[in-house]
């Protein structure tokens, strides 16, 4: 059932691609943006449009995961190395889920509350884009490390 791979890693070039194309490219744009009003609604607009595709993403890589996962033995074939990489992705995908489908507006007003200037709101909300970009690149690296070894 190799369409599954197909399935898993596209799934998460167009997830992950996102992601870092709205840090490295997007947040960037806003910051060089002078109107704070055309600010907002420029990343209402487009925050809005990726959450939905990121949520089909999130779905079909997860899903693709787990049935690679019984396929190939499940817990009974793992070693303690493909045990750690596994979890690891399977953690940042949980992140994700979380996020996507509950908690981010609970999240964001941790991250960014009403006297939060318009600027500082944009840093944190860059930081925490490249943070999860980085922590989500390394478990692209163990899931090719979890089939090549
Ligand atoms: C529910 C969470 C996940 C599960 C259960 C899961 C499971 C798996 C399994 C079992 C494989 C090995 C497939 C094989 O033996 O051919 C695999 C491969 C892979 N996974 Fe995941 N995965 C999950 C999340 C993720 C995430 C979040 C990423 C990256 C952001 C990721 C990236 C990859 C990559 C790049 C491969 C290698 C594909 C290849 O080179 O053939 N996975 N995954």
Known sequence: MDWLVYFHVLSIVVWIGGVAFVT???FPTLGS???SMAKVNFFMGFERRFQFL????????????????????A????TSDEAFLLGYKFVIWLTFVVLLFGAE???????ISEKTAPEKALR???????VVLILSLIAIVFGIRLVRG
Do not use: N, P, T, Y
């Open 24 to 26: 490295a490219i997007v």
């Open 33 to 35: 943006m002078e109107d």
């Open 54 to 73: 990121a949520k089909i993403c999130v779905v079909i890589a997860g899903a693709s995961g787990v049935l690679l996962f019984w396929q190939r033995g």
């Open 75 to 78: 817990f009974a074939a793992l």
């Open 105 to 111: 507006q609970r999240f964001m007003k941790i991250l």
């Open 124 to 130: 944190r909300l860059s930081i925490f884009h490249w």
